[in-house]
């Protein structure tokens, strides 16, 4: 008779623990964004471009730039304005030699994740199996300390290059399957899984643990397949008027490990494309 009242208690502590989770960050069918989409608004005045991006009611938001900001300046115009950072993106080196002090900024900016969206490689030569091999061993050792250290989840995003034929596969295959999913997460750039000919649906349903963060872009129609990871930025488009069939990667997206799904448009039409775009994804999300 005493374990159901312990049972009931054990069960309101992880019902108030998700209540709180839920609480901290918006529901993973809310759009968020990615601060490169504001870039250069960002950096000319942060207050008046967070204004601007909750305005149009995404108050989740992907800071992959301090912009010249400290990370607690940054936090406290988000609380000001009851927004959040879900993910800090930084760059490769500050990852592997300032692991800590990356660290320390994600908390402070109240994010879950840490992101990398770039392994350093010859452009000439190409991703090489050398660059996916030390890409593991620093995904793994860092993800690791990012984890236990700190409470953060690292993550890759892809960036086209690494859909290059290896073996039976592709070196996004080889990261995947010889990272260790308790250390090393991925966030999926759907255009730049699709502009080196691959499918985002079929790698989320291949994958379907892995992903856990969404940039949600779209490919101007009769744009090449390559393995360069590079595009002019005319050519990302608003969502729904590109290559991808995004329904059928957001349908995909639903059944997996992904939370959060961030629009990210590199274009100088940002002002056009981005309510196109908004309107599209709420829809596919249910909102």
């Known amino acids: 008779m005493l374990l159901i009242p312990a049972i009931m208690c054990c069960l309101f502590m992880q019902s108030s623990a998700l209540a709180q989770q839920k609480k901290k960050h918006p529901a993973a ?32 938001i992907e800071f992959s730039n301090l912009f010249g900001k400290t990370a607690k300046e940054i936090r406290q115009m988000l609380d000001d304005r ?18 800590d002090t990356v660290a320390n900024n994600a908390k402070i900016l109240g994010a879950d994740y840490v992101r990398v969206a770039w392994v350093p ?24 300390i990012l984890k236990e250290n700190y409470g953060l989840t690292f993550v890759y ?3 086209g290059y ?14 995947v399957t ?31 643990n892995r992903f856990e963060l969404m940039h949600v872009k779209d490919l101007r129609k009769g744009i090449a397949h390559d ?25 995909a997206a639903k059944n997996s490990s992904i939370k959060y799904y961030y629009i990210e448009d590199e274009s100088n ?3 056009a494309q981005l309510p196109v775009s908004l309107a599209f994804l709420k829809k596919l999300l249910g909102k």
């Not at 809310?30 to 967070?50: E, G, H, Q, W």
């Not at 690494?162 to 990261?175: L, Q, S």
Request: glycine share 8%; aromatic share 12%; charged share 20%.
């Open 82 to 99: 009851g927004m959040v950072c879900t993910s800090f993106g930084v760059s490769y080196p500050d990852l592997t030699t300032k692991t």
């Open 162 to 175: 690494e859909f290059a034929p290896y073996e039976n596969g592709t070196f996004f295959d080889y990261i």
């Open 227 to 251: 393995f360069s990871g590079t595009t002019p930025v005319e050519n990302d488009v608003a969502l729904g008027t590109g290559q991808i069939n995004i329904p059928e990667v957001i349908k």
């Open 269 to 271: 039409e940002v002002a």
């Open 121 to 144: 490689h010859d452009n000439k030569i190409g991703f090489t199996l050398a660059d996916a091999k030390n890409a593991v061993t620093e995904f793994n050792r860092v993800g690791k």
């Open 29 to 60: 069918t809310n759009p968020a964004i990615v601060s490169y989409t504001f870039r250069k608004s960002f950096a000319k005045d942060m207050a008046a471009t967070l204004d601007t991006i909750k305005g149009f009611g995404i108050t989740n």
């Open 178 to 208: 010889n990272t260790n999913p308790a250390h090393v997460s991925f966030e999926m750039d759907i255009l730049w899984v699709f502009h080196p000919g691959a499918d985002p649906a079929a790698l989320i349903r291949k994958y379907p």
């Open 157 to 159: 995003h892809n960036h």
